[in-house]
């Protein structure tokens, strides 16, 4: 029975929908009502984002600092903060809730909010290793619930453009993609490092919320703020900048799997600061007859982020935050170039098309209870599989086909 067909069934039931709120079908003018689950630096962002769309508003954040939960209220005067997001997810006047943990937690929120009958909007990657992923996307795919993963580049008109022309057969026969993010880091302070706030002591921070049964014996204030640094919480670049490039680029392409095997090599290089995860290393991930490379680094950003796709009667070319060799500026966008054997006469093409706001496809697909957002799950499950194949090769030194990865358990990601 779809949703429709339950609430004419059930009809007249404003009691019914009250106790079943994310149930309701939702004009443009109703009010969607959201929760944050984790109001971080991201989380922020993302609510701000939220708020600027038509009839939404916040009536709760969850998080397991009290600093954040003040942050949160100062922002949205009148809503309800709470410690534990299950608490939030007990709320039957919350329609959708936006998931901005530290990884390791994405997928405990990302199943619980489907349960609790949540739309959600899930930050990348998806999940924080390979079994969390199969779960979710299992779930995701028995929901009726509105999932859009938070890789927003997914909504760029780049995107539509490179897919045209893909579409099209402008680039031929394509056997590699290149990719990179290159970033500069201040000579002294590693990438991602932030300042611990002198209130971040176990009577403002739940702990054990956070740890969710990781084994750390005492509480470590530089660890809860710096998750990203550790294998235990976050699974470095390749989770924080490989998802959003590899989501783009596979659905560019209209793959749909994961990859067949990936290997990655590097090392910390840049700041020896304690940190546990690889500045620098590129990844090579295998799909049929072709081969998808992402390279990072912290030490250099003169080449930005960008992607290129080589074909055999073209190129596309999608730059951000290049430095022009000549000039000096930053240059960016979609472009594509012919191969002059394989494309006679065929034009060079710059790419115009414009996106969409993420967040606000989101919302119009929770009004028009429509699955297929710009990132469904089925865009978190492959590219959250292709990512920690990368570092599961990482850390054994070896290539990893998928169907290795597949045998591989939460003591892998550790
Ligand atoms: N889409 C993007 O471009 C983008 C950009 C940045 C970050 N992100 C993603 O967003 C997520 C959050 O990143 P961030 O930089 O905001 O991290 P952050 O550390 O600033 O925020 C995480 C928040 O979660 C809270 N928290 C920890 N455990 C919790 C629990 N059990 N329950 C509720 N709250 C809890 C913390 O107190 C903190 O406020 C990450 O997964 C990251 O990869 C996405």
């Known amino acids: 029975m779809d949703r429709r067909n339950f609430l004419s069934n059930v009809g007249k039931g404003a009691v019914a929908m009250a106790a079943m709120p994310s149930m309701r079908a939702l004009g443009a003018n109703d009010r969607i009502r959201i929760g944050l689950i984790g109001a971080g630096d991201r989380g922020m962002q993302d609510l701000s984002d939220a708020l600027k769309q038509p009839n939404v508003e916040c009536v709760a954040v969850a998080d397991a600092y009290s600093r954040r939960r003040d942050l949160a209220k100062a922002r949205v005067p ?12 007990e709320r039957k006047d919350i329609d959708a809730v936006i998931n901005a943990t530290p990884l390791h937690l994405h997928a405990k929120y990302f199943l619980a909010s ?31 619930q509105v999932i859009q993963i938070g890789t927003q580049h997914e909504s760029s008109g780049e995107l539509k453009d490179a897919k045209e022309w893909i579409a099209k057969g402008y680039l031929g026969k394509i056997t ?27 009577e403002h921070v739940n702990w054990q919320l956070f740890l969710d049964g990781r084994p750390e014996p005492r509480f470590d204030a ?17 989770t924080e900048n490989m998802v959003h490039q590899n989501a783009w680029i596979t659905s560019a392409l209209g793959l749909k799997d994961p990859p067949l095997a990936a290997s990655m090599m590097g090392g910390i290089f840049s700041e020896k600061d304690g940190r546990q995860v690889p500045d620098t290393f590129n990844v090579t991930l295998e799909y049929p007859e072709m081969i998808v490379v992402w390279q990072s680094t ?6 930005g982020l960008g992607e290129h796709f080589l074909g055999s009667s073209g190129t596309i070319e999608h730059v951000s935050g290049s430095t022009d060799m000549i000039t000096g500026r930053t240059t960016g966008g979609v472009s594509f170039y012919p191969e002059r054997v394989n494309s006679p ?27 297929a957002t710009n990132a469904p799950v089925e865009t978190g499950y492959r590219t959250a599989v292709a990512g920690h194949m990368a570092n599961l090769a990482y850390r054994r030194k070896t290539r990893v086909t998928l169907e290795e990865a597949m045998q591989a358990t939460k003591a892998d990601w550790m």
């Open 78 to 89: 009148g809503i309800t903060t709470y410690d534990d997001p299950m608490r939030l997810l």
């Open 176 to 202: 590699m993609v290149e990719s990179w993010i290159s970033r500069n880091t201040p000579r002294g302070h590693g990438q991602w490092v932030r300042p611990v706030p002198s209130d971040c002591n176990p």
């Open 222 to 238: 530089y660890k809860y703020i710096n998750w990203r640094l550790f294998w235990e919480f976050s699974g470095g670049n390749v």
């Open 345 to 371: 006469g065929v034009p060079a093409m710059h790419g115009e098309s414009k996106g969409v706001n993420h967040m606000a496809n989101w919302f119009e697909c929770i009004r028009s209870r429509n699955k």
């Open 114 to 144: 489907l349960d609790a009958g949540k739309d959600l909007y899930s930050e990348k990657t998806m999940t924080w290793d390979i079994p969390q992923a199969v779960a979710c996307l299992k779930a995701g795919e028995a929901s009726k």
């Open 298 to 303: 912290f030490s250099n950003s003169h080449y």
